[in-house]
């Protein structure tokens, strides 16, 4: 197996008790607090935040600092149950968000072992994956996750876009609009991997961002919807830069058709009197983008996420795979914090899903971190090997090419 050179805490791990939440009214202060210094941003938001994904999804930390007399709480980390598509289909996915750990207990190991417990109990819960935003990668590099997607951004300057499209009816957002959104959202987040089935509190912060309300529309035509676009409210330029016009930016665009994607682009530039540029989310070809006649538009990588393999057998079938693929491959893989997911694997795939048992010879050996990105179809596994990622022969490399192929994962969420 492939040595891995690992940062350790510069001083000795404290030790710590990981539990639940148990008392809101006496413990959400600490963990605003907690939370601001890590990120940044007004503190009474945060209670805002616990509250709409729901205190049972909290963790803490509490630990005794060197020189106290008194356990406090020092760490938090909030979990969030949803679902992120691989291959054609949803695997359960537990998220990770609002980790965050004191000033006074950084550099103690304390962050590295809220999270190996974080791990551990979401392993027993049976969730198959795991995935986080990284605010910083070799601490989560440490417990096993590893890069494997991105989040772009795409700005459209309105006085750019030559596209005109009046046959779809743009009509707002109620709840029965809202509902149908969901549907045709689903029909196209099935088929981007990475992309998240979402949950309620996900539509939450796509239709409230910020707890402001945001304008959404449905676009319909004769046979139905086809797409919506949802708008927060609009930034006025920064003082004193002099501009007129500020940014729209879209919570979320949505098009199953040309006709919506230019349905939307018309939407954004009859927004050019009073804006400079509309900007959102989503993978780096996109189909509103793409369907504009010039490059007149600028697509920047936002972050890439990371994702934790936590369930070896339970990750690997509860993916899709290419329909047509009848193929055998073995997996050797190497994980520390979860024994369970060490070992071979032999993953037999026939008519869009996987079978796996223990066992095989040959195949591919890995580390459990390295196996992220080729189960996500972020990296080839040729890529991989190349950067001493894993060990296997050309014939097991291109199997493994084609049970994970992919257009690259990306998702147009942040939580």
Known sequence: MMARTMTTPATKPIPIEYRPMRDPAQETARVSHIITRAFGGPEDRVPKWLERLGHTNVRLVEATMPGAKQRHVHGTLLFIS???????????????????VSPEARGRGVATAMMEHALREIHAMGAPISTLYPATQPLYRRVGFEQAGS??????????????????????????????????????????DGALDRPDYIWARVHQPMFQQADGYLLVGASGAEGYVVQAPMTPPPPGSGAERGDLFCTDVCALTPAAARAILTHLA????????????????????????????????????????????????????????????????????????????????EGGRARVKRGGSGGIRLEIRDLAPLYAG???????RLMGRLEGDEDSLTKAAAMFAGAGSAMSDMF
């Open 378 to 384: 972020f990296a080839t596994p040729w890529a991989l």
């Open 270 to 349: 009859e927004h050019d009197s009073r804006i400079a540029a509309a900007t959102f989310h989503g993978p780096a070809w996109h189909p509103v983008t793409a369907i504009m006649d010039e490059q007149s538009y600028h697509v920047r990588l936002l972050d890439h996420w990371m994702v934790r393999i936590v369930d070896v057998p339970k990750a690997l079938e509860a993916r899709g795979y290419p329909p047509g693929l009848s193929l055998s491959l073995t997996l050797e893989v190497h994980d520390t914090l979860i024994p369970s997911n060490g070992g071979r694997f032999e993953i037999s795939v």
């Open 82 to 100: 949803m679902g992120q598509y691989f291959g054609g289909r949803s695997v359960p996915m537990i998220g990770i968000a609002g980790v965050a």
């Open 151 to 192: 989040r772009f951004e795409h700005r459209v300057e309105t006085s750019m876009i030559r596209v005109r499209e009046r046959s779809l009816a743009s009509v707002p957002m109620g709840d029965s609009e809202r509902a149908e959104a969901r549907r045709l959202y689903a029909k196209w987040a099935v088929h981007c």
